[in-house]
């Protein structure tokens, strides 16, 4: 069984800065792409940044500049590092891989985290 387990939500103040972390557990051959999405009240779900295994990094446009994905491929973890806050970046951070293999039989499937609330106050 495959788990992602985020860390590092909570409420900060505009301006300020917060970490997450997403390990990903259990039986893991590769992963190719680990991502962070997020949920604002009453709005669907958006990408926020995306990595690939070689580093390739996909960021939308509202974090650029501001949120630095990365990822450690020996601890099938990836990192947001997110500076400078604002009140719209209030939301569920969802931790999120796709084709992650088992086994060299696997075709790979993703997998969701549970989410992290982020909170940023103005």
């Known amino acids: 069984q495959v788990q992602l387990v985020e860390s590092g939500g909570g409420l900060v103040q505009a301006g300020e800065s917060l970490r997450l972390s997403c390990a990903a557990s259990?039986?893991?051959?590769?992963?190719?792409?680990m991502g962070w999405y997020r949920q604002a009240p009453g709005k669907q779900r958006e990408l926020v940044a995306t990595?690939?295994?070689?580093?390739?990094?996909n960021y939308a446009d509202s974090v650029k500049g501001r949120f630095t994905i990365s990822r450690d491929n020996g601890k099938n973890t990836v990192y947001l590092q997110m500076n400078s806050l604002k009140s719209e970046d209030t939301a569920v951070y969802y931790c999120?891989?796709?084709?992650?293999?088992?086994?060299?039989?696997?075709?790979?499937?993703?997998?969701w985290g549970q989410g992290t609330q982020v909170t940023v106050s103005s």
């Open positions: 259990g039986r893991i051959l590769s992963i190719n792409v």
């Open positions: 990595i690939t295994y070689a580093g390739t990094t």
């Open positions: 999120n891989v796709e084709r992650l293999r088992r086994s060299y039989n696997d075709r790979g499937s993703d997998y």
